[in-house]
């Protein structure tokens, strides 16, 4: 009578369940995925037994994010057998690695679609299709969906879409095509109108972000679509400082920078745009210069470590982090040796390290000299771990009794008494305090472990000193 059904939904109302696997993009991805669903009359759903739409959104970064992903379809398959009307859709990179493929692996998919055709999932629940449809052509940017975000206070911006590089472990110029960046006015529209919903921190996603405005047109193709307020084609430096003019934005990041492309006018930035904040993430990948090379990477190691030097001369309090890959086809140990050594000069506050695996198509995958056994890459992996997590603990050090602001984002994980936010350095911090989410709040900090950082609201401090 109240027109909801048993699960508490608007009955005859579709629900979908999606899961999402992979990086940022991704995850920005499927906030869009979400925001287009519900423009459709969609409503989440959290278990895939519920839904009438079951949805991946896959990643193939790297063997591991595959056999998650493969994991998890096997339920997807036996529900749809319990029930056949249910769609089962699989978007995002794995699907565009094998394309039409996915219908022959798993005959029980309905939709596939790569990342660049996210909006083509609309078209397909909205026709009368009886068969499988598959949709993996670049077409740049996927349309404007209006996104559904997991917090209110934090937005993503798609600056640009696509790769031209050529590294040659790497799968995503193969998945997500060309790099296209989208004109700097369209992009202001879209962090104003972000800060009018709310949104405080905005982190700016590009597969590689400071080779953005490249390929843009030096020159506007016809008079009338002059934008407003921002010119045609500007470099990265130049975008960030269009959007800390935005009002209401507090907070700007971005990931991931290339090394090759992180010139002074960028690493400026951090210190002459108060809205840009001081964490720097720079994929060192290895630190011989010989797989360097091997990896097609375009800079060496001596470059790298200038680019470093160049960060702590202007940024001296910059976070750095970094992604580390071990067991590249002809490492040595003494390769291994150099990337221990730059890791140790560095000190980076974090580092995500991963152990090579070869990827469909890619030049390394083809690589058949100087294979490293598995044990041997775990080896490794152990001492660049234990390495990283020392040089993590000492860094985080230097924040011991310093007044942090922290931007809330909700309870802490570990004790719902307490709160959880991130400090500009990127750094997350459980605290005491009365901050809602979504506020900069300055907090204290009192301890320090090479992940996270824990301290208390100034306020309370005050309070309790007096
Ligand atoms: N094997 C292992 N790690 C990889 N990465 C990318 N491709 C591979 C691969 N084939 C890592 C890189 C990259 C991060 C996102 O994933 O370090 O920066
Ligand atoms: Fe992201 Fe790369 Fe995984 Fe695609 S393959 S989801 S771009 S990490």
Partial sequence: PDGLDDAGYASGMKRYHLTTFGCQMNEHDSERMKGMLESLGYAETPTREQADLILFNTCSIRESADSRFIAHLGEAKRLKRERPERVVGVGGCWAQSIKEEVFERFPFVDVAFGPGQV???????????????GYFEFEGFTGHLPARRTRPFQGWLQISVGCNCAC???????????????????????VRSMAADGVREVTLLGQNVNSYGRDLPTRRPSAGSAPQGAPDRVSFAELLGLLDGVEGIERIRYTSPHPKDMREDVIRAHVELQSVCEHIHLPLQSGSSRILKAMRRTYDRRRYLDRVALIREHVPDASLTTDIIVGFPGETEEDFAQTMEVVGEVGYDSAFTFIFSPRRGTEAA????????????????????????????????????????VLVEGPSRTDPERLRGRTRHNKVVNFGGLAAPGELTDVQITAATSQTLSGEERLLARARAS
């Fill in 119 to 133: 909006h083509r999932l609309a078209e397909f629940l909205t026709s009368d299709a009886i068969t499988a449809q």
């Fill in 168 to 190: 040659s472990y790497c799968i995503v110029p193969s998945t997500r095509g060309r790099e296209v960046s989208r004109p700097p006015a369209e992009l202001v529209e879209e």
């Fill in 366 to 405: 083809g690589l058949t000299d100087g294979l490293i056994p598995h044990p041997v890459k775990v080896e490794r992996m152990g001492r660049l771990l234990e390495l990283v997590q020392r040089d993590a603990l000492a860094r985080a050090q230097r924040f011991l009794g310093r007044t942090l602001e």
